[in-house]
Structure formats: structure tokens, C-alpha cells
């Protein structure tokens, strides 16, 4: 099953064969690597020579401007072939076009320096959030990683950081802190900040403590920050302050991360679709078990969950695109609550149909199984999710 629509022009186009050739090697790979929990570094030098990582960085600075449409059509092609390196990827997209957002129209030359570095030099980054006392920043909690302001208007960061994906190929690490200021400076009234980290300072390293049933090829590690030593320009709500006209869009970049769990899907319905088409025990007589009943029932299933999303899904992202401000940040949450948990089932049906089999090692369904079932634990969670929709839907008229 594909959605009629795409692609629609040129550059979805390029892109969908771009992601689609990423994928076929990248699901050889993840059959070899997966198990074992490899890092699959060639992955990200891939990424990095295809011009991948410069797909939300906009034109002016050098990138490929690609909307939100076309970010998840290329997304949600290259989980089918490894969903781990896909998740990494689209977390780095999504932080450069969050920054890309709030520096607007005007030229920032902070974010200028960034999109630079993924442009020449392929760089890579993702924010280093989550804590081992916080859990979740979605949920709230003042990080007890601390950042501490020098006379000189420097820093000095110490703290762990969990659940940072791609850590081994990452360049930047955007990382929250708690702020200290006790010089003679112009005060900071911020009691939290995000800082601009490089992985060459000094007192950074990382914790290879990933060790996970889904997700496993992530490298979703710990990052450990000993008295790191960074300059003023290090304190990004400084080089690059938030933009109130850009709030309302940040929610919709989610979305290259929900467009992962939505190839899961389809990859497994893939699967289960061909395995039902070859399957040809003799005990139905030279025919194949796409036509038993109760195989077609669970084809259809899948097939319905799959347009649901779909339909959702990209008709939300496209209307994005054409129209930033017409969706509210609420249907963004909806279409990741319908993706991740249809997700869930229809990997769950492939399997049923598939039967013992599918749990092979030898077989990708096992890794699908594992890996969607990490989409119900990104922001906005479920709970999060069903309560902003009942709460917009009680205050309209």
C-alpha cells in the first residue's frame, strides 16, 4: 500500500529515491548489527556523503529547504530500512529546523556557523535533555545538570545527560542546564538554558550504557559533562532567543521523528504481505495462504490502520506546509497518538500472520515488534495527548 498523493514534485521525488536507497543498505546492515547492538557508524557517513543531514537546513545557509512534507515522506522511507539510524537523523532535522524557525527571516550568524558545519563538514546533532533524576523534560523538572557563569561571561558545565540518540556521530550536543550566575555580569534571569556544546570540549564523554530490547542500533547513550569549559557564545537563548511568532510551528517537528514509527508499520505490513503471497504449505494444495480468511482479514486490518495514518499523517504535514499557522499544536499530538499506537497494532498483526516465524532472528519482524514500541515513549505521551483534546474540544463554542 503507498498514498496516492506522493510524490508530488520534483524534490519529494529525489528525496523518496534518496531515502529509499539509504534504506536498502541500511536494513543489510541492521540485519547484521541489530542483535549484537552495533553502533552502525557507516550509517551516519552515508548520511553524511548523500547530503541527508542538510535536509531541513534552509537555502540561504547552503541546505535543501525541504518542508515538513517533504522531511516526513523521506523519514518515514528510510525507517523501513533502519528505523535506529532513522530515529538519529530525525532528531537532528528536527533541531535545525527548530532553530531555523526562531531565527526567522533575519540572518543569525550563530545558526549560520551551525548549518555551515552540517553543510562542509556533514556535523550532526541532537539535544542531550533527559536526566537520571528528571526522566522526561516534557514532563518539567529544573535539569541538575548546571551550568555556571564565569567573570569572564564563559561557562563551566557539569552534569549526565541520558537518551541521547546518535551520541557516537554526533558533532553538537544542545544541552539543557540549570543556570548559576553569580558574577558581576549583567545578570541572567533564566533559571534554565540550553548550551551548545561540541563533542572536542574537554570533560565530554560519553557512556555507552544503551542497552535496550527496541531501538538498539540508537546509540542512545549517556553523556557525561566534567567541568566543560565553553564560551559566552556557548548559551543559546543569547545567540539565538526563542521567537514568539515561532512558537506555535515548533510542534509540527515532531513530526520526522512520529514519520519513523510509521515506516516501522509499513515495513512490517510489507513483510507480512509478500510472506503471505510465498507461504505455500502443502496443505492447501499449491496455493499460497494469502487465500485463507482469516489472513486476508488481518491484511485488511493492517491496511485500514495504514490508511488511517496515512491520511492523517500527511495530510496534516502537508497542510503545514502550505499553511504554518492553521494547526494547532493539539493535532499535532493527535496524529502522534494515531501513528504510534496503530503502529503498535499493525506490527502486531504482521507477526500474527506471519506466526512463529516471525520470531526468527533471521527474520525482520522481530526487530519491527521491538523497535515501534519506542514511539509510544516520545512527547507528548498518550495521557499528555487525550487531554488536550478534550480540553479544546470543551473550550469551542
Not at 547552503?62 to 530500512?81: N, P
Not at 551551525?114 to 541532537?126: F, K, P, Q, S
Not at 526522566?135 to 567573570?151: D, W
Amino acid at each position: 500500500m503507498t498514498f496516492p498523493l506522493y510524490p508530488k514534485t520534483e524534490q519529494q521525488q529525489y528525496l523518496l529515491t534518496l531515502a529509499g536507497e539509504l534504506a536498502e543498505t541500511f536494513a543489510k546492515r541492521a540485519h547484521e548489527n541489530d542483535w549484537a547492538g552495533i553502533f552502525p557508524l557507516q550509517n551516519y557517513d552515508d548520511l553524511r556523503d548523500a547530503g541527508y543531514l542538510k535536509l531541513s537546513v534552509p537555502k540561504e545557509y547552503g541546505g535543501l529547504g525541504a518542508s515538513l512534507i517533504d522531511v516526513v515522506l523521506a523519514q518515514y522511507r528510510l525507517a523501513q530500512g533502519d528505523a535506529s539510524t532513522a530515529l538519529a537523523a530525525s532528531m537532528h532535522i528536527a533541531n535545525i529546523a527548530k532553530m531555523a524557525e526562531n531565527a526567522g527571516n533575519e540572518y543569525n550568524e550563530f545558526f549560520a556557523n551551525i548549518c555551515r558545519a552540517v553543510v562542509e563538514d556533514g556535523a550532526m546533532l541532537n539535544a542531550a535533555l533527559s536526566e537520571p533524576a528528571t526522566g522526561s523534560p516534557s514532563r518539567g523538572g529544573l535539569p541538575t545538570t548546571v551550568a555556571r557563569r564565569q567573570e569572564d561571561g564563559s561557562w563551566i558545565i557539569d552534569g549526565r545527560k541520558t537518551f541521547t540518540t546518535g551520541s557516537h556521530a554526533l558533532y553538537f550536543f544542545l544541552t539543557s542546564c540549570a543556570i548559576e550566575d553569580e558574577t558581576n555580569l549583567e545578570p541572567i534571569e533564566a533559571e534554565r538554558g540550553q548550551f551548545l556544546i561540541p563533542r572536542t570540549a574537554d570533560g565530554l564523554r560519553i557512556e555507552d550504557t544503551w542497552n535496550t530490547v527496541g531501538m538498539r542500533g540508537s546509540g542512545s547513550n549517556d553523556v557525561i559533562l566534567e567541568h566543560v569549559h565553553v564560551p559566552a557564545e556557548a548559551y543559546m537563548e543569547r545567540e539565538l532567543p526563542a521567537n514568539p511568532e515561532a512558537k506555535l510551528r515548533l510542534s509540527a517537528w515532531s513530526f520526522p521523528t512520529v514519520a519513523v514509527y510509521l515506516g516501522v508499520a509499513q515495513a512490517a505490513r510489507n513483510e507480512a504481505v509478500n510472506f503471505a503471497r510465498r507461504r505455500r504449505p502443502n496443505s492447501i494444495k499449491q496455493q499460497s495462504i494469502a487465500a485463507i480468511p482469516h489472513v486476508q482479514e488481518k491484511i485488511a486490518k493492517m491496511e485500514l490502520a495504514l490508511l488511517q495514518c496515512h491520511a492523517v499523517f500527511f495530510g496534516i504535514a502537508e497542510q503545514f506546509s502550505q499553511d504554518p499557522e492553521s494547526v494547532p499544536a493539539s493535532q499535532f499530538a493527535a496524529a502522534k497518538y494515531l501513528v504510534t499506537n496503530h503502529a503498535v497494532e499493525i506490527v502486531d498483526l504482521a507477526m500474527r500472520l506471519v506466526g512463529g516465524a516471525s520470531l526468527s532472528l533471521n527474520f525482520p519482524l522481530q526487530r519491527y515488534y521491538r523497535d515501534v514500541r519506542a514511539g509510544l515513549h516520545h512527547p507528548p505521551m498518550d495521557d499528555v495527548t487525550l487531554s488536550s483534546l478534550a480540553k479544546d474540544a470543551l473550550e469551542q463554542e
